[in-house]
Structures are given as C-alpha cells and as structure tokens.
C-alpha cells in the first residue's frame, strides 16, 4: 500500500506538471501541442466555449476503451487517474492564474521540457495522460526495444499538422515540432538516462588479484572472459565488472594500484537487472 501510495503521488504530481505546461507555455502562446490534449486544443480553436480539459477525457474515452484488452488493469487504472489529474489541472489554472503570453520558441522549448519531465514521471510510474500516450504504449507492445519517445513522434506528428490547419498558422505546428523534439528528448532522459550503471572491462596480467580485491573488499560481482590477443596470440582473462556511476573513482583507483599497465574499458550500462541492481517489470517501458 506504501508503494501504491508513492506511486500515485508522482503520478499525481507529474499530471499536475502536465496541465501547467499547457497552461503556461502551449495555450497563451498558440503553440500547437501533441496528442489528444493537443487535439482538443485544436478543437478548443475551433469551439472556444468548450474547455480544453473536458474535452481531453472525452476524446480519451474511446482509446481508454481500446487499450483495455492489451495493457491491462494496473495500466488502465493509473492513465484513468492520471488523465484526469492533468484534465482538471489544465482547467483549473487557467481559471486560478491565467499565463502572459512570451516569446513562442522560449515557449516551446521550457513547455516541452517541462512536458517531457511531466511525463517521464508519470510513465516511469507504469502510467500514461492517456491519448497517444497508450498509442505509445500499444505500439510499444509491437517494436518494444524503441524508446517511447520515438514511438510518441508518429500520432503526435499527426494531430501538429491539424492544428497548422486549425490555427491558419504553420508556424504553430513548427514551434510544436520543437517543443515535441525537446520533450522527447527529456522523457527518454528521465525514463532511460537516469540508470547510472556502468559496466567495466579490466585486462591485466594481475587479473587473479584484481578479481579478488574487487569481489572482497569492494562487495562487487565479476565476471571472466576468455580472451587472446590478436597480435601476440596470448590467451588473456578480461574481467567484467557492472557498478554504479559513484563507485567508478574507486574502481579506476583499485585497478590503477595494482596494476598501472592494465587496460580499463568503462562503458554506459542500462537496463542492468539482477542482485544490486535492478529487477524485472512485466510493466516497464
């Protein structure tokens, strides 16, 4: 109940990051926005007497309904709540403190980070704000190693087209092309960019010491490779380290004491699952 709990307050609170986006750097500057909440912006252009919110979860309806069967109840549940957290947010700033507008590329650029931080919260919760969000997260089910940010691209690309008509202006479908090229970017930042695991390759002829200071006195996991060396033929261990980003001054310093001649390949690693790291969710994205 805890967990549940802390999940569906980031979730709440990702939502409510959501609806000031819109609110703060989407609306007052005429920046078309993705998705559904982007679609009901363009029909908000057209119907000014109908609130963008409103509109938002009834357009979402028919895709809540549609993603049923393939995402399941956990997921159903959660973009229902947050669809409509950010739904009430967007009408209910925009009615507590209406925006100035500013200038539309410093617009476009705070509004899709802040979109982008949005909604990696609410997607690293197991959630979405619904409308192309679960489009994301069907097609996902098709080409699951793309990274939501790119699978978002396509409908959202579709629904800035439609506003550039709607608007009567292209530039309000460029400085949303902007702004969705921005929050892409951060989501798959805050979704992927935030593993700070690192892998690390160790060649020394001191391989047996290393491995045993690195297993004892650090508590870390190795692992040896069989190897040769292509130009002198010699058979060579490689040890295979995985570690956090804080741990990497320490490792670099252990195998530089024991060994100054050894060869250290650190790489980025993400997605490491496993004891002292991470485990697998049948939800993750």
């Known amino acids: 109940m805890k967990e549940k709990l802390k999940s569906y307050g980031l979730i709440t609170v990702g939502s409510i990051l959501f609806g000031l986006a ?15 909440t982007g679609l009901a912006q363009v029909i908000n252009a057209l119907l000014p007497g109908v609130p ?9 309806i028919p895709l809540f309904l549609a993603g049923w069967h393939y995402i399941g109840f956990h997921l159903l549940a ?55 969000d679960i489009v994301a997260r069907l097609l996902k089910l098709r080409w699951s190693w793309l990274p939501m940010g790119k699978l978002m691209l396509l409908p959202d690309g579709v629904v800035l087209v439609l506003a550039a008509l709607a608007f009567g202006r292209v530039e309000a479908a460029l400085y949303g092309v902007v702004s969705l090229f921005v929050a892409t970017r951060v989501m798959d930042t805050v979704l992927y960019g935030l593993d700070t695991s690192k892998v690390a390759y160790i060649i020394s002829d001191r391989w047996e010491a290393l491995a045993q200071v690195l297993l004892k006195e650090q508590d870390r996991g190795v692992t040896i490779l069989r190897g040769q060396g292509a130009y002198t033929g010699r058979d060579k261990q490689v040890l295979m380290v995985a570690f956090k980003q804080r741990d990497i001054v320490q490792i670099k310093r252990t195998v530089h004491a024991l060994d100054p001649a050894a060869f250290l390949i650190v790489c980025d690693a993400h997605d490491v699952l496993g004891e002292g790291f991470g485990d697998y969710q049948k939800e993750e994205i």
């Open 78 to 132: 959660s973009s229902l709540f947050s669809m409509t957290v950010s739904s009430v947010a967007i009408d209910v700033i925009a009615v507590v403190h209406p925006f100035a507008p500013m200038d539309p590329m410093l617009a476009s650029l705070c509004g899709g980070a802040l979109m982008g931080l949005s909604l990696g919260i609410v997607f690293a919760q197991g959630a979405t704000t619904g409308g192309t």
């Open 52 to 60: 963008v919110g409103i509109l938002t979860i009834v357009l979402n």
């Open 22 to 36: 819109f609110d703060w750097f989407f609306d007052p500057n005429a920046v078309a926005m993705g998705g559904i």
